[in-house]
C-alpha cells in the first residue's frame, strides 16, 4: 500500500524558513518524478516543485530560487526547504509520486499517489 506523509508545516511571519518532509512506503524509491503542489482556499491546485529521473529538479517561477526540492534515498524521503516565505505561500501543501510527466519545461498537474497534505501559513 502506498503512503505519503507530509509533515513540517506550520505558521510562520513572512520572509522566514519551513521544511516539508514527504515520508514515503509502498513503493521503489525513488520514483521516476516526484512533487509538491500547493492549494490555497478557494483557488485551484497550483505546481510548486518536482525531483525527477536523475535528481533533476524543476520550480516553477512562483517558488525558484526561494524554494529547493531535495530527496534522500536512504531514507525514502523528498524535501522542499521553503526560504523567503511570503503570505502567498500560504496554503495546503501536498506531496505526490507518480507524477504523469516530468521535465525541462515542467511537470503534471496529475499523479498516481498523493498524501493528505501539510498546511503552511505565512502572516504579513
Known amino acids: 500500500q502506498v503512503q505519503l506523509v507530509e509533515s513540517g508545516g506550520g505558521s510562520v511571519q513572512a520572509g522566514g524558513s519551513l521544511r516539508l518532509t514527504c515520508k514515503a512506503s509502498?513503493?521503489?524509491?525513488?520514483?521516476?518524478?516526484m512533487a509538491w503542489f500547493r492549494q490555497a482556499p478557494g483557488k485551484e491546485r497550483e505546481r510548486v516543485a518536482a525531483i525527477y529521473t536523475g535528481g533533476n529538479t524543476y520550480e516553477y517561477d512562483s517558488v525558484k530560487g526561494r524554494f529547493t526540492i531535495s530527496q534522500d534515498n536512504a531514507k525514502d524521503t523528498v524535501y522542499l526547504q521553503m526560504d523567503s516565505l511570503k503570505p502567498e505561500d500560504s496554503g495546503m501543501y501536498y506531496c505526490?509520486?507518480?507524477?504523469?510527466?516530468?521535465?525541462?519545461?515542467?511537470?503534471?498537474?496529475?499523479?498516481?499517489?498523493w498524501g493528505q497534505g501539510t498546511q503552511v501559513t505565512v502572516s504579513s
Open positions: 505526490a509520486a507518480g507524477v504523469y510527466w516530468c521535465g525541462t519545461s515542467g511537470f503534471a498537474t496529475g499523479a498516481e499517489f
Open positions: 509502498g513503493f521503489e524509491f525513488p520514483s521516476n518524478c
